[in-house]
């Protein structure tokens, strides 16, 4: 489902279907037939309503399972503290009440978003963030959450069930320095900013202030430890080991600069 079809390179054997969550009749059109859906939203304030919407068609044009990409802890006390966290938790409320069957995906941090430190890791060998030794996060590579999607839209088992995914390992951003400089054979630092400073420069990039706000609530949240937790879940699906980081920062070298 995207806005434009004709400006989507689809992949052979994908059929591309156009449409917002705001078009419900856009939406009836592109779930005709489907019994099978994955969910994804944006982070935003109006993501509850957005992706209520969705959840509201695929109950009028019968799909039998809906896989939908939450967060982790989103059934955990405190997780409404924090405003992406308090969205999943509610969407989660949704589904479980749309009599809809589901699969909740329930990831970490992606290694991906590191790779908004790659312009800076390629010329300078740093990169910099709001982030201390103790905010150690189980980041996880963002082609396992795909892999497990993959699963549970296509594999029978998966009916009810909700998957922690993260790394095999939680990293501060000092280990993530580490690892890079490891694969890319340079030593790559660290440099810790203030939150304010960090929050000055996604402001000046344009990144909107709400999901700024949100992501100042989620460093803080990751200062306490609380994101450091492991899980199996990924290993469990797929029958191999979640990616590493190390794997990872590997398979995207020429993006650092390697």
Known sequence: ???????????????????????????????????????????????VELETAFVDAAIRNGVQHLVRLSVIGADQ????ALRFGAHHAAL???VRESGLGFTFLRPNG???NSLGFAETIASQSTFYSPMS????VSYVD????????????TEPGHLGAAYTLTGPEALSDDDIAARLTSVLGREITHVLVPVEAAREAMLGTG???????????LFAFYETGGAAGVAPDIEQVLGRPARSYAEFAADHRAAFGG
């Open 77 to 80: 006390p405190g997780i409404d």
């Open 133 to 136: 030794p103790a905010a150690k």
């Open 92 to 94: 989660e409320a949704v």
């Open 1 to 47: 489902l995207v806005r434009t079809p004709s400006a989507y390179d689809a992949p052979d054997g994908v059929e591309v279907a156009g449409g917002t969550f705001e078009d419900a009749a856009s939406l009836d059109a592109a779930l005709a037939g489907v019994d099978h859906a994955y969910l994804v939203g944006a982070s935003s304030p109006q993501q």
């Open 142 to 153: 963002a082609r396992d959450i795909g892999a497990v999607a993959a699963a549970a839209l």
């Open 110 to 112: 992606f290694m991906q």
């Open 207 to 217: 990144y909107p202030e709400w999901n700024v706000d949100g992501l100042a609530e």
